[in-house]
């Protein structure tokens, strides 16, 4: 066999950029962790003496960081200067917590994926699953953090009003439900919204009901109500809306779910699945976001769905053609996508 040493020399540099990315992983989480993002974004143009006494850290350590996230082009640097300067366009993605582009807690479900290793790689060799409530708190607030940014964007102003009818429906009065509301920041942020509509948010997690409890009453809001229950035995009905917030690929039977879900829809009820971006050919999801659900799917969304016997494990690419099959095996007759971001797809559903 005679090697190709250009393909070889152009797979390891591929490799490298990974290695870089994967290390340098651990210092976004340390900079969200240490408030450094944050201070950069106040401060401008910084120094490693300035930016540890500003955030109470060791300014040697300081320096090393700086210049990683600048040879990884988070920060620029002046060479004349010899500071250091997180971009406005860059302290949206990195800094601001209520921006729509905001990605750093991302670097928490990595983090929890890591520690939880030792405990995949067994379940690669038994396969008998990893509930969600077994892995490290990492991924819980990690997660919800990371999509909140998403939902923010997206649902009250875009997603919502796709479904028809469904936003006037929540604005005169109206009763939803939200299946897998982890820390509940889907259901409050409708709940804000929709004032005059009571909104349910049911997780079989216990502790992140509890986290989801103590935010409602932080936030003060009165229309929401948080309980412990499973995608098919809520016992709650008569939901005008009843949405999936990128769960519903995570469970063990989705087409149980979705049967549930139909005998507890009001006659003119809707459901939207919010799902992972997504094409029906594999191939088609080569690609970073696709590379990036996949490592989600293999680490946290398939074992999970395994763990509750579940004969589905969609996976977090599953595609449209999936879950529509499934929509219309549950008795469903209307299935469409009304809306798709760079990362999701959202689904209407109806009888």
């Not at 997690?205 to 229309?223: C, D, G, W, Y």
């Not at 799902?275 to 970073?288: G, I, L, R, V, Y």
């Amino acid at each position: 066999m005679v090697l190709d040493n250009k393909k070889i020399e152009a797979f390891s540099t591929q490799v490298i950029l990974d290695l870089s990315a994967g290390m340098s992983g651990v210092l976004v989480q340390i900079g969200l962790e240490l408030g450094l993002y944050k201070a950069m974004a106040k401060l401008g143009a910084t120094n490693a003496k300035e930016l540890s006494g500003y955030t109470g850290t060791f300014t040697r350590y300081i320096q090393e960081w700086l210049n990683n996230q600048a040879a990884g082009g988070y920060l620029l640097y002046d060479s004349n200067e010899k500071t250091y300067t997180l971009p406005q366009e860059h302290a949206l993605i990195l800094a601001d917590e209520n921006s729509p582009f905001y990605m750093t807690p991302g670097f928490n479900v990595i983090s929890s994926m890591w520690m939880d290793k030792d405990l995949i790689v067994k379940d690669f060799k038994e396969g008998k699953g990893i509930g969600w409530h077994q892995h490290h708190h990492s991924l819980f607030f990690g997660t919800e953090a990371f999509f909140r940014a998403g939902y923010r964007a997206n649902l009250v102003n875009q997603w919502i009003p796709s479904l028809s009818g469904v936003k006037e429906v929540l604005e005169k009065g109206g009763k939803a439900a939200d299946i897998g509301c982890g820390h509940g920041a889907s259901t409050l942020l409708m709940a804000e919204h929709f004032p005059k509509s009571v909104f349910f948010g049911f997780d079989y997690h216990e502790q992140s009901i509890k986290t989801a409890k103590e935010r409602a009453l932080t936030t003060k809001l009165k229309n929401t109500a948080f309980e412990v229950f499973n995608a098919e035995n809520y016992t709650e009905g008569d939901f005008d809306l009843i949405c999936f917030f990128d769960s519903f690929h995570d469970l063990g039977n989705p087409l149980q779910a979705l049967k549930h879900a139909k005998s507890k829809l009001s006659e003119n009820g809707f459901i939207m699945l919010v799902e992972p971006a997504s094409f029906d050919e594999t191939e088609k999801n080569f690609n970073p976001v696709g590379r990036m659900f996949y490592a989600a799917s293999t680490t946290l969304c398939v074992p999970n769905s395994n763990s509750q016997k579940g004969a589905c494990c969609m996976g977090a690419q599953a595609g449209p053609a999936k879950v529509k099959d499934l929509a219309f095996k549950a008795g469903f007759s209307r299935v469409k996508v009304v809306k798709q971001t760079p990362v999701n797809l959202i689904f209407e559903i109806r009888k």
